[in-house]
């Protein structure tokens, strides 16, 4: 790897027409690889794909939850598969999907590209990961398949209700073995997050040039330590309750039941978050990228990110107001000051398109249809943070709805605007434009049709998980509609298997940089070399790659010495489309000598 | 038999909140902040005497505890659709404003905006302003909290409300009265209580974790085993109001399902007395009372 040699004319980490690069992968190919890899890419190409499958099952899950509850006094199915349904709809989707995608997933693929690292820092625990992710989703699912069905007591297994008493049988077993299994699978990424960013970045990158997508991961990572080696934890005691005889979460041997809620939370709360920066990193490097200008307001952004992580931390049992049992005005103040930094971002974000030239790939759609969802699934999370209020709603579909805005505006609206963005990064195709937009707008239209009438469901009183609910209540219409809704969504990701379809069999390459983005994963080939890059531009800012494309900006956007240096170098050259190579390269100071490349 | 939400909307702000504080008073359930919240319920009666507070959905609850929290939600919304409102416009308009257009002179490519990226002044101010606005909405949100969660010394009923898999019982304490109702028997449990008068209900789980919930009243609570918890309805106005388990405890969870019924206090009393000859001379139809499982309780109350 020699990351600071001089690139020639024309070239980036893109081979040159007829040039021959080094690839170190000597590797196997076909299924071996894909089993085998210790690359990064290639490991978080598996967390995608495993991620997307199971996103998958647990939609159709949530649409026979929907088709149940069309219609009042349905027995479409039973109360049983009703409950075994939405407990694994949740986990599905919290556990296994939302989570993975993102630091499993996209993390894992985009940020030794985004700190110009050649992979992970430890390349096999990598891949340990992802095998015991896939392990554990296997392990989760298979409880459909005992004699006693799945786990049937709520993705959050609320203590007693999870003792062997009230739910024996062995899917509940399978389903804490899962949550543990992919517990060390979230730390040990966590860990090699954390170490690639602080020791793997390139020479030039600070830590205040890293994107704010590698800002957020570092943050998550971060609450990831702090939060599931709790629920890991407390996963252990529920098994050795169930199966060893301890009475740590039951009352009759002395036990604690509430205590489960505790630790529950003070893991399930970070964990929202966990689930949110991530993806609103996704969100801050898409919209500078389609208004053709830096994030606005960058160190606001890393310290709001910051901020949100801290206060997560302190905030769990607002998940437990109504038990009686906590103290309302501290939780319910640290909830109420999350909105701040949320906030901040908002306007950041809304900062960074203003006065832009704003184009609407289908990235930016999703990035911006995420902040509308967002922003209703954001207010109503305020409303929640007061006690009276959440007294009134707790437990109703108006949580469901506040939720479901909140994980679909992130874990599916800026999810699949990553998913859009960096598909052609990873594959080097483009995916069909038209297609990609009548996936966002079927899927905008059925998001607000499945949702909005759950908040007026939950207001009327219909209480969540509920097989079902009586006539002449005033619900049926309202789940009506929301099941439509649903069934919008689900049609809309036909529109995308389509377009992967299209994009497989008909391909239409990328480039390197199809965006004109800023950051250095757009630096490299599509898709990548094996260790990512042969050489790096010079990194002076947060969009290194913009930098370089457009030298005659540099100056506006960073009047210092050295970018009056670089502009001087870089005149006579074109800032246009193609990588303007070489561009001060020898000489400067930052880049790093020849020597220091040897560290990487 | 569900109190319609708007049945109450053409009656005077004024008179309801006055009502809601003298018949609080009466019934002795604020222990402190009395004055405190009467100029602050006044000031916000003045100042929306003009108007009635739209109820966004929800109930204006049937409970002077209930009716404080509607008060709550409505200006919570109020705020929340002010933001929302901004943002959203914000947003639009740099949609629309700010698409991007082709650069002068034919060329194909797009003009390049200005690449500015902070202005320090203008963060600090949507720093600040936020802080602003959940400062005061934890300040209604705490004087809200005081009042729906305070318990009165000297309530005018006492019932201890069981929570089980999959039903109710309702024992009203120092009376001899039992009701209970389960999911097999389809039999919804009833609770009778009188209206404008402090009820304490003392809330307990058999078995798993439960949550009382009656919508029209604004309010839920976990009954859960191992914890006893305390609060106080005062319901205002006649009528029966479903309620339902909130809390997922298990197979027939949907099932949970129980009303209450509210009555003048002389209706009260007398279907109490009625209901009282009525166990005595049939003890087996009174169902045995049910015991929580362990002596291991903790007394909680807000």
Redesign the interface.
């Known amino acids: 790897m020699t990351i600071t040699q001089e690139r020639a004319p024309g070239a980036a980490g893109a081979p040159f027409a007829g040039e021959v690069l080094p690839d170190h992968d000597e590797g196997p190919s076909g299924l071996l690889k894909w089993i085998s890899s210790t690359d990064h890419k290639v490991i978080g190409k598996n967390y995608l794909y495993t991620s997307i499958i199971l996103f998958f099952i647990s939609g159709i899950m949530a649409m026979l939850i929907r088709a149940q509850l069309s219609q009042p006094n349905s027995s479409l199915i039973s109360?049983?598969q009703f409950?075994e349904l939405f407990t694994m709809h949740g986990s599905l989707m919290l556990y296994l999907y939302a989570g993975p995608f993102a630091f499993g997933g996209l993390a894992n693929y985009v940020i030794p590209l985004q700190v110009g690292a050649p992979d992970m820092a430890f390349p096999r625990l990598n891949a340990l990961s992802y095998w015991l992710y896939l392990s554990g989703s296997i392990i989760m699912v298979s409880g459909f398949l005992t004699a006693g069905g799945a786990a049937?007591?709520?993705w959050v297994g609320?203590a007693?209700?999870s003792s062997v008493t009230?739910?024996p049988g062995t899917g509940p077993d399978l389903w804490i073995i899962a949550i543990a299994l992919t517990g060390f699978s979230a730390i040990f990424t966590a860990v090699n997050l954390i170490t690639t960013i602080f020791y793997l970045r390139a020479p030039g990158m600070t830590m205040f040039r890293l994107p704010i997508f590698t800002w957020n991961m570092l943050v998550t990572a971060i609450l990831i330590l702090i939060a599931f080696p709790v629920l890991t934890a407390a996963m252990v005691m529920l098994f050795a309750d169930r199966h060893f005889g301890t009475h740590i979460y039951s009352?009759?041997g002395?036990g604690?039941?509430?205590l489960w809620q505790h630790l529950f939370w003070f893991f399930g709360h970070p964990e929202v978050y966990i689930l949110a920066l991530p993806y609103f990193g996704i969100v801050t490097d898409i919209l500078p990228t389609f208004?053709?200008?830096?994030?606005?307001?960058?160190?606001?952004m890393v310290f709001a990110t910051m901020a949100i992580a801290g206060l997560s931390t302190g905030v769990w049992a607002h998940h437990m107001f109504?038990?009686?049992?906590v103290l309302?005005?501290f939780f319910?103040?640290l909830s109420?000051?999350i909105?701040?930094p949320t906030?901040?971002k908002?306007?950041?974000w809304?900062?960074t398109?203003?006065?832009?030239?704003?184009?609407?790939k289908v990235p930016m759609l999703f990035a911006?249809g995420f902040?509308?969802a967002f922003?209703?699934g954001g207010?109503?999370g305020?409303?929640l943070a007061?006690?009276?209020?959440d007294?009134?709603t707790?437990?109703?579909y108006f949580v469901v709805a506040h939720f479901h805005q909140v994980l679909f505006g992130t874990a599916v609206f800026a999810a699949f605007a990553g998913f859009y963005y960096w598909y052609p990064k990873m594959t080097g195709r483009m995916l069909r434009e038209g297609l990609g937009k009548a996936h966002f707008w079927v899927m905008f239209i059925g998001f607000w049709l499945t949702y909005v009438p759950q908040?007026?469901l939950g207001?009327?009183?219909m209480?969540?998980?509920?097989?079902?609910?009586p006539s002449g209540?005033g619900w049926t219409f309202m789940n009506q509609l929301s099941t439509i809704g649903a069934s919008i969504i689900a049609l809309s990701f036909l529109f995308m298997l389509y377009n992967l379809w299209v994009s497989w069999a008909h391909p239409i390459p990328a480039g390197d940089n199809p965006w004109d983005a800023g950051t250095l994963e757009w630096w490299a080939s599509s898709p990548p070399l094996h260790h990512n890059f042969v050489n790096l531009p010079r990194i002076r800012s947060e969009r290194p790659v913009w930098d370089a494309n457009?030298p005659e900006?540099d100056k506006?956007?960073r009047p210092s010495a050295i970018a009056r240096m670089a502009a001087m170098s870089a005149n006579g050259q074109t800032g246009g489309n193609g990588h303007a190579g070489g561009n001060g390269q020898a000489g400067d100071g930052t880049t790093g000598s020849p020597g220091s490349a040897g560290a990487h | 038999m569900?109190l319609p939400p708007g049945d109450r909307r053409f009656r005077g702000t004024l008179a309801r909140v006055g009502r809601a504080v003298a018949s609080r008073e009466a019934s002795g359930r604020m222990k402190g902040h009395k004055t405190r919240n009467a100029v602050v319920l006044a000031l916000g009666a003045v100042g929306l005497s003009a108007c009635q507070l739209p109820n966004?959905?929800?109930?204006r609850g049937s409970t002077a505890q209930?009716y404080?929290?509607h008060e709550?939600?409505a200006g919570?919304?109020i705020a929340?659709i002010v933001?929302?409102v901004l943002?959203?416009a914000?947003?639009t308009w740099?949609?629309f404003r700010?698409?991007?257009?082709p650069a002068k002179g034919g060329d194909a490519s797009?003009?390049?905006?200005?690449?500015?990226?902070?202005?320090p002044v203008?963060?600090i101010v949507?720093?600040v302003v936020?802080?602003i606005?959940?400062g005061v909405?934890?300040f209604f949100?705490?004087l809200?909290?005081n009042n729906?969660?305070a318990v009165s010394t000297h309530p005018y009923a006492s019932i201890k409300v069981t929570a089980f898999q999959w039903g109710w019982q309702f024992n009203y304490q120092g009376e001899g009265v039992q009701i209970i109702g389960n999911d097999v028997t389809q039999q919804y449990p009833q609770m009778v209580v009188p209206t404008g008068k402090t009820v304490r209900i003392t809330?307990v789980s058999n078995?798993?974790?439960h949550?009382f919930?009656v919508?029209?009243f604004?309010?839920?609570?976990?009954a859960?085993?191992?914890?006893v918890?305390?609060?106080d309805l005062t319901v205002t106005h006649s009528g029966v109001y479903?309620g339902?388990?909130?809390?997922?405890?298990?197979?027939?969870?949907?099932e949970m399902v129980f009303t209450v019924k509210a009555v003048p206090a002389a209706q009260y009393q007398s279907w109490l007395r009625a209901e009282q000859a009525n166990q005595a001379d049939h003890p087996s139809q009174a169902p045995p009372p049910l015991q929580p499982?362990?002596k291991?309780h903790?007394q909680?109350?807000?």
């Open positions: 109360f049983q409950n049937s007591f709520g609320y007693p209700l009230n739910s009352v009759a002395g604690v039941p509430l208004s053709r200008k830096p994030v606005f307001g960058y160190k606001g109504t038990t009686g049992a309302l005005p319910s103040l109420f000051l909105a701040v906030g901040i908002f306007f950041n809304i900062g398109m203003w006065r832009g030239q704003l184009t609407f911006i902040l509308f922003l209703m207010l109503s305020v409303l007061s006690p009276p209020i007294f009134a707790h437990d109703t908040y007026v207001l009327r009183g209480p969540r998980r509920i097989a079902v609910y209540l457009h900006h506006a956007h | 569900i966004f959905g929800g109930y209930g404080d929290t709550l939600y919570a919304v929340a933001v929302g943002v959203f914000l947003i740099s949609v700010y698409r991007a257009r797009i003009r390049m905006p200005r690449q500015f990226h902070d202005n203008l963060e949507y720093t936020p802080v606005i959940v909405l934890f949100t705490v809200t909290e729906v969660d809330l078995d798993v974790v949550g919930y919508p029209a604004n309010f839920s609570r976990y859960q085993p191992g914890i918890n305390l609060f479903r339902q388990c909130t809390q997922f405890c298990g197979l027939y969870h949907s499982s362990s291991y903790i909680y109350g807000y």
